[in-house]
């Protein structure tokens, strides 16, 4: 039922999700499944944690900073795959079995490593902030990045000449091929993790 659901969202959003669509998938009747699930919000919270599962867990005895920066990566991936999956992720409380394991792995690499308790839960919500969020704008902005170039062709001449000179330089740039102007993942990331690095050493 659930990998029926997935594939769904997968297509249509968590809008997609009806009890009567997911019954036509999977050939019986809606009413037939809630003797398995109380209901749409239940099937929207498993399958959250199946793409949660999908995420590459830190592993015992990695380097910490290593093992977050796969993590982080990981994520970014899987919900790239699963496009309706942040905003649950972002909204509800979430505590699938997979889930669980996420978070308690996270913990656990963050704290093998001389993080203390509290330390670890602002490292593991600083980075899960990130890749929600970074992953959010790449699926909602308006423009692919084989647009930029084009997009600044555009706007470049509405632009008050000399009044915003830091934007037209960057827009030239963009133009003129010589930089993609596609915002950075990894950027950010080793940043926050350099970031935690020495918060960790100031401990």
Not at 33 to 59: C, Q, S, W
Not at 86 to 109: F, H, I, K, Q, W
Not at 148 to 166: E, N, R, S, V, W
Request: glycine fraction near 8%; aromatic fraction near 8%.
């Amino acid at each position: 039922m659930l990998r029926a659901a997935l594939a769904l969202a997968d297509t249509g959003g968590a809008e997609a999700l009806t009890m009567r669509k997911i019954g036509k998938e999977l050939g019986v009747e809606a009413m037939s499944l809630y003797k398995h699930v109380a209901g749409k919000d239940a099937i929207l919270d498993g399958i959250v944690d199946l793409v949660v599962a999908e995420i590459a867990l830190p592993h015992p005895g990695d380097d910490w900073k290593t093992a977050m920066r796969q993590r982080a990566l990981s994520a970014h991936e899987v919900l790239l795959r699963h496009p309706w999956a942040c905003e649950p992720l972002m909204s509800r409380l979430n505590v699938g079995p997979a889930m669980l394991r996420y978070v308690d792995s996270t913990l656990g690499s963050l704290r093998g490593a001389g993080f203390s308790i509290e330390l670890a839960d602002y490292a593991w919500n600083a980075m899960d902030s990130h890749i929600y969020g970074f992953t959010l704008q790449k699926l909602t902005f308006p423009l692919e990045a084989r647009q930029f170039p084009d997009a600044a062709k555009t706007h470049l001449p509405q632009l008050p000449a000399g009044l915003y000179p830091h934007v037209t330089e960057l827009a030239v740039h963009v133009m003129e091929g010589r930089y993609s102007g596609v915002p950075d993942f990894t950027f950010g990331l080793d940043l926050l993790l350099d970031g935690l690095e020495r918060a960790l050493a100031s401990r």
